[in-house]
């Protein structure tokens, strides 16, 4: 099934075209277009002559390429400028008298709810309370919610347009307009700010176009690389600051010129950039994830939820981490048992030696869907695979993770075979002393599980981890002799030894009930048969480098 989202937003017109494949949606086409309806709106609360024949024309294109991606429906939805303006109702007509789409207007607070479902799709809440900040043309949107419900959803009359109209022009901002200009955002956002921070938020977020140019240019001002994928991406509202505090002292021609801002926001941005500022200190919030989905991704999932679609995703893979990574295994067909089966045994020898590596939850998880993903380079050549899984992994826009994540898993992917991995590696040497380290164990936990099923039977069912001040004791046992399993597992032991600083000893020995792997994929895990009797194997100790 394939369904098209129009967002008519204020300043801008965005399309996105998604393909539901039974289990969640891929994005296959988008379209923007800054046909800023709200300019010159505010003053007579009338749409401009020449923003309402733009306005219809974007929708009449739209919808054409809509239709000939096969789109079985086109949702539109109309915010703040159509539904405040006069001949608001007269535009909507025009666009389905041309379309044969009547776009449906939304309230601010249905619109940061929507937003929100976007957002928790894209962003993992895991536990914490989530504040979201969206920035349009007309309104600002805020919500706060977890990752289950959404507690507020509210809408502020505070576009970046309309602050244009306000301060009646995109010229510099002096010190006395600039402490004018906040006091008035203070004054009108103060009793949603106030109820917002009555939920003891824990992580602040941002979507639109506005606050993402503006992250984006506050991370480049501070010396930062720029971002491979935006989403999930950081910054400190220090940053922001004086990014903000720079653009108020330009004119929209320069500021146009500064890295990550560009011609299309240059006359508002730096009111964006105020508004976001006293926004983020009225809820105290130091640092601040950006998104990239929005509005139109909301509406797409709303319209699935609201039709019963039993198999949408977040029914049973919630984490947007998590999904992503399920996703691109799905799209390289490496969805079966054998990679949850290597995910499994990655965990428990990781659980096991945490004592002796010092690795925290962020690196656990970071090698589960390391593990996950090391195969997917198989698809384009078997010989080179670890090689072609990290380009993968580095290319295909996994949702939720920072480019720095991406650069781990991709590492991990890269030396769980072949060479193995070396601090003075050019790959290894820019990246901080902690990532060189969990490089290095997490890619040879992956290399020894990946040779525990070197026979792809899944054979390996409990595995024991005894570690000791100079060496560590593996035991495995399952069904058959696995002597495939323990030639291929030694010959793979010596990158983890030297990781470890240990000695490791690998053996089959009967185990109880009590080691068997638990399988943290079992919705979609096929279960193994019952063992039969055991066979005796001499152990063999491979020592460290």
Known sequence: MKLAAIDIGTNSIHLVVVEFDGRTFHVIDREKSMVRLGLGMFGEMRLTERAFQEGVEVLGRYTKLAESRGVEE???????????????????????QATGVMPKVISGSEEARLIFLAVKHSIDLGGERGLVIDIGGGSVEVAVGTSNEVLLAQSM?????????????????????????????????????????????????????????????????????????????????????????????????????????????????????????????????????????????????DYLEHRGIEAIPHRVISDPRRRSVFELMRKYERDDPRELHIADLCLSLFDQTESIHGLGAADRELLEYAALLHGIGRHIDFEDRERHSRYIIRNSSLRGFTDDEIELLGLIALYHRGNKPKRRDDKLDKLAEHEQHAVMVLSSIVRLAVALDRGHSQLVRRLHVETRKKDVRISIDGPGDLLLELWAGRDKLEPLAKALDRDILLERVALAPSAALEHHNADSFVPPAADPAPASVAPAVVHRA
């Open 74 to 96: 086109i949702l539109a939805v109309a915010t703040s400028a159509t539904r405040e303006a006069e001949n608001g109702t007269e535009f909507l007509n025009a666009i389905f």
């Open 157 to 301: 009359r505070l576009g970046v347009q309309r602050l244009l109209h306000r301060q009646g022009g995109a010229q510099p901002l002096a010190s006395r307009e600039l402490y004018e200009l906040s006091g008035y955002v203070q004054g009108a956002a103060a009793e949603v700010m106030s109820e917002a921070k009555r939920f003891g938020a824990t992580r602040f977020i941002g979507t639109s176009g506005t606050i993402r140019t503006l992250g984006e240019g506050a991370h480049l001002m501070s010396g930062g690389a720029p971002f491979r994928s935006l989403n999930a991406q950081s910054v400190k509202r220090k940053d922001l600051r004086e990014l903000v505090k720079r653009l108020c002292e330009a004119d929209a021609a320069k500021r146009a010129k500064m890295p990550g801002i560009g011609d299309a926001r240059a006359d508002t941005i730096h009111l964006g950039g105020v508004l976001l500022c006293e926004l983020l200190e009225m809820a105290r919030a130091e640092e601040l994830t950006l998104c990239d989905t929005s509005l139109r991704e909301g509406v797409i999932w």
